[in-house]
């Protein structure tokens, strides 16, 4: 028994420190995040001055003086300039782009989460609640490493190792251990931060679902009903009045929310997670269109992508480039075995027996 505990003791700090777990994923929440936040600086572009600029409401003055008391921080009040808050608007929303790309992604990812809190510290009272959630994931995935994959990072690395530009210097100098120790602390906060993020997530569905229990609305399925008739949430009246005119519908759409939020924790290690997902991605976007909270269901469609295993995402890359090939959009003549790989080769985990990279006999194995 404490040969197998030593055992399973063993093969979780070897998959800690070793082996980046969800980088696909990573890669998703990364892209996501930085395109809803990319569209929703857009699509805020007439209003940024009434939002967040120096002719809001919410002056910089009333905003410092809750800074004070919340401890929060925003670059957007530094000055009280408009040509300071348009250049910083600009910069927003470049930051935004290159963080989808994948630039960079290192400093670029503190930058988008600098970003996000300066935003949603400066009009806490102006957005719908899903910045809450992306202010989280900002910093959360500052400490991965979303950008191994469907990055320009990525591609700019595999040019470099085509060329032979990326081998490992051999010897057993101070730079080769930090070289390793390096790697070593990527990875480990990379798990880390995807345990969280994932975490997280988990807490909120858990949470969500453990309150409506709670309610008396939620307990009778009238709950939807009296959200549909709230004048606030009402994008679409005549649709939501359609919709309200079958309380038998509602009653099931409501029970049936409470119990794949309660549960969601609980299906992650087994197959049932595919259905509640599907059956999440069906409620987010109801939510989306019914009661127009668009950023918060995206940010919550986005979170639960962390979900997905790896293989789900190489299976949707090979789908889409055999899909892109049939219609005719790449060269037919390009055979798939010598078409370059977008995203490089992971090096091996350490002690993976590699001829090409020299190791200490003292070195970590």
């Excluded at 997280?200 to 709670?214: D, I, R």
């Excluded at 299976?315 to 790449?330: I, K, S």
């Amino acid at each position: 028994m404490s040969q197998r505990l030593f055992d399973r003791v063993h093969a979780f700090l070897v998959l800690l420190t070793e082996r980046p777990v969800s980088l696909y994923a990573a890669a998703m929440l990364r892209i996501g995040y930085g395109l809803l936040y990319l569209v929703f600086l857009l699509r805020e572009f007439p209003h940024r001055d009434e939002m967040w600029g120096p002719g809001s409401p919410w002056t910089p003055e009333l905003a410092k003086e809750m800074f004070e008391q919340s401890g929060w921080f925003s670059v957007l009040t530094l000055s009280d300039s408009r040509l300071y808050f348009e250049v910083c608007y600009a910069t927003a929303l470049v930051i935004c782009g290159l963080f989808v790309l994948g630039w960079r992604t290192r400093a670029v990812s503190v930058l988008f989460a600098v970003v996000v809190t300066s935003f949603h510290a400066r009009a806490l009272f102006m957005a719908d609640g899903g910045d809450n959630l992306m202010v989280l994931m900002a910093v959360y995935l500052v400490f991965t490493a979303c950008g191994r994959r469907w990055s320009l990072d990525a591609r700019r690395a595999q040019l470099q190792a085509s060329a032979g530009k990326t081998a490992r210097p051999g010897g057993c100098g101070l730079r080769s251990h930090l070289g390793d120790a390096r790697v070593i602390l990527t990875t480990v906060l990379h798990n880390c931060g995807m345990f969280v993020i994932a975490a997280q997530v988990c807490f909120l569905y858990g949470c969500a679902g453990l309150y409506k229990v709670q309610g008396f609305k939620w307990g009778d399925g009238t709950a939807l009903h009296y959200i549909l008739n709230i004048d606030l949430f009402r994008p679409w009246p005549e649709l939501s009045q359609m919709i309200g005119g079958h309380p038998t519908l509602l009653a099931v759409v409501a029970y049936m929310t409470v119990l794949v939020q309660v549960a969601f924790p609980f299906v992650l290690f087994s197959r049932l997670k595919y259905p509640v997902l599907m059956l999440l991605l069906g409620m987010h976007v109801n939510i989306a269109v019914l009661m127009g909270l668009p950023l918060f269901s995206g940010a919550m469609i986005v979170a639960d992508a962390v979900f997905l295993p790896d293989r789900f995402y190489r299976a949707v890359g090979r789908l889409w480039r055999r899909t892109v090939q049939r219609t005719g959009l790449m060269g037919a003549d390009a055979a798939p075995a010598t078409a370059p790989a977008v995203v490089p080769t992971q090096p091996g985990p350490a002690g993976d027996p590699n001829p090409s990279r020299a190791r200490c006999p003292d070195g970590p194995q």
